[in-house]
């Protein structure tokens, strides 16, 4: 239940036609305390329920779990969320034997695009695609539960 992944900002919009899926998000929160976050996720007709953990010190590695709930049960869940639900549409996009996650964000976070990838090991290489800029793994103002508080448009 560790979840180990890294942060980028994207450069460009070139990620988009490499796309192999598309996907609409809607995620709050019910706690989103830095030690321990509570998230209600709609992404597409599912609904997901997340406890994610605090990071190391890298801001890599973090525990995590989520199990998968019915979209009757997300969306009176998300009206319980905490003020700053997130809109986003998340991109899967192939580089190597791995997919970075793209998230374009929408409303007051407009404007903002981070790449995820999930990796079995904190020091596990992989592709960086020329799309990828700089490294925001571990600047806590990336993080989702940060910016539903702290909105990019605010910055």
Sequence with gaps: MLEIERKF???SDAFKSLALAKHTIAQGYLNS???????????GESGFITIKG??????TTRFEWETEISLMEAK??????EKGVIQKTRYEVP??????????FDGENEGL???E???????ESFIKPSWIGKEVTNDERYYNAYLSRNPYSGW
């Design 9 to 11: 900002l994207v450069d």
């Design 33 to 43: 305390h830095p030690e321990r976050t509570v998230r209600i996720r709609i992404k």
């Design 54 to 59: 605090k990071g190391d010190a890298t801001g």
């Design 76 to 81: 009176p869940l998300l009206a319980l969320c």
């Design 95 to 104: 580089s190597g034997k791995h997919t970075f996650e793209v998230d374009v």
């Design 113 to 115: 695009v981070i790449a």
């Design 117 to 123: 990838i999930e990796l079995s090991s904190a020091n």
